[in-house]
């Protein structure tokens, strides 16, 4: 065994190790009791927050149950089960009108709470070999980053929002992108704290995407790999995408795993995943409404999302009105060029 070989591998064993102190002997058991610990100690700090964050759950779980149901399935639903529903809605809009709780801010709690809780569980998972369906399914992504990255400037930043434990650092590093040029931002202090130590190189700061400036910086690339979904808003959080981005930069959208897998994610645990990924019509809709802070216009330059195999969507940020790098942009067309679906 190469010298290099034999570090990675007592590497790895530590990790192991540190893993199995954190978690103990079932990493699954062991997240669920770092998740309910630490709502424990948020119910103490902010016991409205925790009763908004239950009663959207509950809401959630029971509106999924009922969507798209038979009249007949309804009716056998007992009437007392809506009345519970409907009493979960009024208490929930009291707690959002008078004690100033937004649906944001308890969906941020609970991903915050799940992904602090995941955090190096997940880390230690990434830092091993990906399946090579995921390895296959990310070859499309990482090639599209990099070829916009080093489209105009060897030194252009790319924002990787929901970065989680880092993922990004190590695959883009394969494509010739530097860490330094890596901002990663994730609403889970855990998940930068582990980002941070595994990738030195690069920058994670841990934000509500929503809410982040950029740190006074534009960026050229704005990805959300595995994340937007996870977001309270995804139309928002791409608008927030276009404020921050440069003239002929790019927002990159993937799944490995693709849209059918979010739908399955969003029907088991709708309080976590709340969204699908956005259809082809959303983003042509999302592109049309153009930059509304400016004179740029938007382009669904690549979509390739329906089905089970991966999602990818790549939108460009043209200045005046249409004429970007990415050539014309003619609006009035029906499909953007160059769309591939
Ligand atoms: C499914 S994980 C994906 C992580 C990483 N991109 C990857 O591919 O492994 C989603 C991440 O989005 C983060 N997240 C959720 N809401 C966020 C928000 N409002 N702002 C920033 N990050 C957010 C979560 O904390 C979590 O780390």
Known sequence: MSK??????????????????????????????????????????????VEAMGLRRDKLRWDASIANISVLAESRIPQSSFSQAARREARLSILLSDHGITSQDSHNAGQ???????????????????????TAALEPTLETVSSKMFKEKSVSRICDVGSGAGVLVPLLKEYGVGAEQIVGVDISNEMTMVAGRAHPGATF???????????GGLFDVVVFLMSLHDLAEPIAALTKAVDLLCDGGSIIISHPKGAEHVEMQNRRAPDLVPNLLPSFEDLEVFCGQGDSESERSLELECFEG??????????????GGGEGDMGEVNQEQEEPTGLER
């Open 4 to 49: 290099r070989n034999k570090k990675e591998t007592s590497n790895r064993a530590k990790q192991a190790q540190r893993m199995l102190k954190i978690y103990g002997q079932d990493v699954e058991k062991g997240t669920e009791q770092r998740i309910s610990n630490a709502r424990k100690s948020l119910e103490i700090s902010d016991p409205l927050l």
């Open 306 to 319: 329906d089905g089970a195999a991966g999602y990818l969507a790549v939108i460009t940020c043209c200045r």
């Open 112 to 134: 915050i709470l799940t992904w602090d809780a995941n955090a190096e569980a997940r880390a230690f998972r990434q830092g091993g070999k990906m399946s090579d369906a995921v």
């Open 205 to 215: 700061v841990t934000a509500d995407w929503m809410t982040y400036d950029g740190d």
